[in-house]
């Protein structure tokens, strides 16, 4: 079953659960509910939000994850299920015992991906892709010669300009960059704990203060998707320095995209599980073969709240 995203944040709402349904009210509005198995991700960010506790407790059983914005609209909190998988154990072992060797093939097949994906979306926007399809396939095993940093130095000025730089303190579009990333890094994190894999313990990422190494890792391919919203947004003068609702919809609305995996289209949500699953699979016979994104996304249709793929904003 496809999970929706659920967005808290254009007022103040009270959350409740009742028979197995999320409950989110407002003063002069009818309830709307949203059965708990069928979410995947509930963004909150506003600060005017209530809850009770049952609401954490059965979105965790029913395996979706929860994210808590701060002021700059940016994850202070990530809530995640912790058993997600029936024989997690086990796969905590294979991950935490993987090898350095191991561990560079998986991050050179994520590096080749995410710089053929970057190429993908040059030559979208530009007509050229400024030889990364080339550099994609030099990439070498733990990507020693860092040509994913090289790759970055040709690809964000051609994207948005030669001024352009990405930081996530810096000017818009930088700010929808970050929304996007945001989102992205919870569904991941959401689809690696459904593995029955640590989210902290990384590939390639290891910062001791960052609690979701291996999701910063497995998110990279998919980054582009989210790049590629991002111009189309800047284009149409979407990047205003507040983030409202409508850029809100469209950066959200990347986790429902058509996303080509293993040959196969599916929504990027459900080509995150694949791509974990194989992340999984790869930990335990001790061979990196990953299941990683092909090609440009094909944007959904219009959401429909109703349905079960939409992204909704409640």
Known sequence: MIKRTIEISSGPARLSIRSRQLVIERDGERPATVPCEDV?????????????????IALADAGAAVALCGGNHTPVSLMLPLAGNAVQTERFRAQLSAGAPLKKQLWHQIVACKLRQQS??????????????????QVRSGDATNLEAQAAARYWPRLFGRDFHRRRDGPPPNNLLNY????LRAAT??????????????????????????ADDLMEPYRPYVDLVVVEMDRAGMSEQSLGREQKAHLLGVLNHGVAVAGRRTPLLLALQATASSLERSFAARRAALALPDGLPAPPNQPDPENDDGAADV
């Open 180 to 183: 996007g990333y945001m989102a």
């Open 189 to 214: 994190a959401r689809a690696l704990v459904v593995a029955g894999l640590l989210p902290t313990v990384g590939i390639h990422h290891r910062n001791r203060y960052n609690a979701f190494c291996l």
């Open 40 to 56: 995947g991700l509930l963004l909150i960010d506003h600060p005017a939000v209530s809850y009770t506790h049952s609401v954490f």
């Open 120 to 137: 993908a979306v040059l030559g979208a926007v530009t007509a050229a892709d400024a030889g990364l399809a080339a550099m994609a396939r």
